[in-house]
């Protein structure tokens, strides 16, 4: 009973990753044209829930948004927009605040790795960060969020907040929205330790392909991705205890959109050095068209801005009915 409508967002808190590529635009790119309605935001208030200086995070919000099109996002196809300029997003996390439950957020993995040590100092809006998620979401009566593994965790809250809303005031108002969390690139990881995901906040740069590498960096890190001195096997079952071989397989896969065993076919009694330099070609291919499409993009920030204006009003029709009736539901 739901329109079918799809739902993502990424933060404009820094460069992008291969990750993020592969677990999240590829993916968005991708869902156009699936059958559903296709809503991608820059989601500028859940950057400012750790500190941003504002020069900064205006340039990135604009490169954000230049990444969502290079990887294919087609602001005529989908709604592209920036979070803070579309203020039911804010509305709804305030009345989602009053539905769900301080013990939820505090046992959100990513709170207590970004708040570390010292959670007292963190800020208020970091703790309540997948209220606001849920509200990016639900304003929409989002049906479907493709993410990458890291923010299971903040979908199951999004629909326990759906679910209690539903069932406090009697009504069927909110979807219980499904994860998308689909492919072998759900969590890419880091490629200096086999046990982290690849990030954008790791101090060490060697351990991710940024949007915005070139050629020559991209092959270098390539390169020095640990690795161990074992031939590949035939299928991806025989890389089960070899994290870094298996990550570094999973991305070829990926990216040249095949499957893990069909890339595994290929390079099957080969080493790492018959394997890097083939995964660096394939990767240069596919990302330096991004890069040199994000900075085209980026040579007209007018037009950027436009185009986030125009994605901001639709977006603002879809989401302001659905606030004004949640208002009434709730009796305000
Ligand atoms: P980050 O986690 O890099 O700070 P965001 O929180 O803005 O970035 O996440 C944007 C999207 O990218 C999310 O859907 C997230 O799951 C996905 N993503 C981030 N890192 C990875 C990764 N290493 N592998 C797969 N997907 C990722
Ligand atoms: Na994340």
């Not at 996390?93 to 993995?109: C, H, I, K, Q, S």
């Not at 040590?117 to 049906?143: C, F, H, R, W």
């Not at 999004?158 to 069927?172: C, G, L, P, Q, S």
């Amino acid at each position: 009973r739901f329109t079918p409508r799809i739902f993502s967002g990424i933060q404009p808190s820094g460069g992008l990753t291969l990750g993020n590529y592969l677990g999240a635009l590829k993916r968005f790119a991708a869902l156009q044209g699936s059958g559903s309605e296709t809503i991608y935001c820059i989601v500028d208030l859940h950057a400012i829930t750790v500190w941003q200086e504002p020069d900064i995070l205006r340039q990135r919000i604009r490169e954000g948004a230049a990444a969502f099109m290079a990887s294919g996002v087609d602001p005529r196809q989908s709604i592209l927009f920036n979070q803070s300029q579309v203020s039911a997003h804010a509305e709804l996390a305030w009345l989602f605040n009053t539905v769900a439950r301080v013990g939820w957020m505090y046992r959100m993995t990513q709170f207590k790795d970004k708040a570390g040590k010292n959670s007292e100092n963190a800020s208020l809006g970091l703790l309540a960060y997948p209220a606001l998620m849920a509200a990016d979401i639900l304003v929409y009566q989002a049906t479907a969020v493709p993410v990458g593994e890291d923010q299971k965790q903040h979908l199951e809250l999004t629909r326990d907040i759906a679910a209690k809303f539903n069932h406090d005031y009697k009504v069927e108002h909110f979807p219980l929205t499904e994860p998308l969390i689909e492919g072998v690139a759900t969590r890419v990881m880091s490629l200096r330790d086999g046990s982290k995901k690849m990030s954008k906040s790791d101090p060490s740069d060697a351990s991710r392909i940024n949007l915005t590498d070139d050629a020559d960096a991209i092959a270098q890190k390539i390169r020095k991705a640990r690795t161990d001195a074992e031939p590949l096997p035939g299928s991806i079952e025989g890389l089960k205890d070899r994290p870094e071989a298996r990550n570094l397989v999973n991305i070829f896969a990926a990216l040249a959109d095949q499957t893990p065993d069909q890339v595994l076919a290929r390079f099957e009694g080969q080493g790492f050095g018959a394997f890097k330099p083939a995964l660096a070609e394939v990767a240069v291919e596919a990302l330096s068209p991004i890069t040199r499409k994000m900075s085209e993009f980026m040579d007209d920030p007018a037009e950027i801005d436009r185009i986030l204006g125009d994605g901001a009003n639709r977006a603002d029709e879809l989401a302001t009915p659905i606030l004004e009736r949640t208002k009434e539901i709730m009796g305000l």
